[in-house]
């Protein structure tokens, strides 16, 4: 396409401004689609299973065992230490290995003397028993022992089997629902992101497609470096207003405007610039006013305390002249006085 009148090259050139409108309004909706992509969500509010008192290994049961057999017997000690009158220190001898055992759980060491202490205590109020006890109470005695010991074992067991697993069902069921909340929330989003990402594909087509076609037909005479819509609304006000008549002409009074613009946008910041420098002089001659007003108080005070010194001073002079002129006086009466008693005597 070649542009040889002024007609020809006005129509060019509203040509050129309905498709880089065109590109314009592309890449808004793309941007808009880009916001409006979404990433999948995650689970949320899912529930923990209760921790389970485990029984099914040999070693679990052993040490359920171990504890359960432990606590009964030092239980059972120190309910028969303040049964028999052997007081309370003789049940916090049994007590207070039992609550190591039970809350030191990092301190292997102490867990360890605990223990050993434990049996030993056990086995030496066992020996008294069987010493002293007769033999019937220390039967009863051991059968009361294992019932405790059987009850204990089974109320650990009915809590393993029954509240916990109804525990575990109850949070299974929430995290059920909550998972395929969550996965139909998640297919909503991925469905919608489909379509975003289909669309989003489209407009880059058509962004494509018109930039192609503008290129293909304004290439042969539009600038390459002045595609924006700045620019060609600049190029079409100037052609008209009779500016410029051809595609060098109105190259060159788009430039020389911005160039006028750049200045007159330079001059503007160093008059920003100018005017800030004189807001700060002006400032500064109000601070130094205000400072010169503040030393010439102070040296009025300065003087008006000198004055007063001086006046000071001279009272205090004044003060000891008298001072001295009466203690002159006095001594000179005494002398008087002194020469008439003498007089006196010598006329005797």
């Not at 995650?42 to 299973?49: V, W």
């Not at 042969?220 to 410029?244: G, Q, R, T």
């Not at 003087?303 to 010194?309: A, T």
Request: charged share 20%; aromatic share 8%; net charge positive.
């Amino acid at each position: 396409m070649e542009i040889t009148t002024r007609e020809e090259l006005l129509n060019g050139l509203y040509y050129v401004h309905d498709r880089l409108s065109v590109l314009a309004k592309l890449m808004e909706r793309y941007v808009q689609m880009e916001r409006a992509y979404r990433a999948k969500l995650a689970y949320t509010g899912l529930q923990d299973h209760t921790a389970e008192i485990q029984t099914k290994s040999v070693a679990s049961k052993g040490k359920l065992l171990l504890i359960a057999l432990g606590s009964t017997v030092a239980v059972f000690y120190a309910l028969l230490s303040l049964l028999s009158g052997m007081g309370l220190g003789s049940a916090l001898v049994f007590a207070v290995p039992i609550l190591i055992l039970i809350f030191a759980k990092e301190q292997k060491k102490l867990r360890l003397a605990a223990l050993v202490f434990l049996v030993a205590m056990v086995a030496w109020f066992t020996y008294v028993l069987v010493q002293y006890a007769p033999p019937a109470a220390t039967i009863i005695l051991g059968v009361l022992m294992a019932v405790v010991l059987a009850g204990e074992t089974a109320v650990i067991l009915f809590y393993n089997g029954r509240y916990v697993v109804r525990k575990n069902q109850q949070a299974d069921a929430h995290n059920a629902k909550v998972i395929q909340a969550t996965d139909a929330k998640n297919a909503e989003i991925a469905q919608s992101n489909a379509l975003v990402s289909q669309k989003r594909a489209e407009l880059m087509n058509r962004y494509d497609q018109v930039c192609g076609e503008l290129k293909q037909n304004t290439g042969s005479w539009f600038p390459p470096d002045y595609y924006s819509l700045e620019a060609v609304e600049h190029f079409i006000k100037a052609v008209e207003n009779h500016k410029a008549d051809t595609v060098k002409e109105m190259i060159l009074e788009y430039d020389q405007s911005m160039d006028r613009q750049q200045m007159l946008e330079n001059q503007r910041q160093a008059n920003q610039k100018l005017d800030k420098i004189i807001n700060n002089q002006e400032v500064s001659i109000e601070l130094q006013k205000e400072q010169n007003k503040l030393i010439r108080q102070g040296n009025a005070l300065q003087g008006i305390k000198m004055m007063q010194d001086q006046l000071n001073h001279n009272d205090s002079m004044n003060e000891q002249r008298r001072t001295r002129a009466a203690i002159n006086n006095n001594t000179q009466a005494t002398r008087d006085f002194h020469k008439e008693v003498k007089d006196i005597f010598h006329r005797w």
